[in-house]
């Protein structure tokens, strides 16, 4: 996606929305740019197309603190000192890198913020369930017998 991402056009400022009721305002995003590796001649050489998107996730004043406890807990192998830092450089314009990584915040945020799976409820299995296992060990255990030959 050129140009815009996640409801917002990118570059320009404005709330990044993650999900219906969460979006992180402009100010609480900082970017840093540098120059990016690989292919693309002497473009690579001259301007700053690599981009870093920095959120401070334990300072974040948009995220509830259950929201917030939760992504710290999900993302703490990614987090620096709650820092959560996107790098993107796979695209020769600045712009473009600045969407991805814009669309990489949102997804990792996503996921982080998703609520806990409900939990199963243990179950015992049925009788029928129970009695076909058995029957099925018995069968096999027979098969193996077979095999065996007699000894003499």
Do not use: C, Y
Request: zero cysteines.
């Amino acid at each position: 996606m050129i140009g815009k991402s996640h409801g917002r056009i990118s570059g320009m400022p404005g709330p990044l929305h993650i999900r219906d009721s969460i979006s992180i305002p402009d100010t609480e995003l900082r970017w840093r740019f540098s120059r990016s590796s690989g292919p693309g001649g002497q473009s690579v050489n001259t301007t700053d197309s690599r981009v870093e998107l920095i959120f401070d996730l334990a300072g974040s004043a948009a995220l509830g603190p259950i929201l917030k406890a939760r992504a710290l807990r999900r993302l703490e192998g990614r987090l620096t000192d709650g820092v959560l830092t996107i790098a993107a450089s796979e695209h020769r314009s600045q712009l473009r890198n600045r969407a991805a990584a814009e669309e990489r915040l949102v997804d990792v945020l996503r996921v982080a913020l998703a609520p806990p799976p409900r939990r199963r409820r243990p179950t015992a299995p049925s009788r029928a369930a129970v009695e076909r296992r058995l029957a099925a060990k018995r069968r096999r255990g027979d098969t193996k017998r077979l095999r065996r030959g007699s000894e003499d």
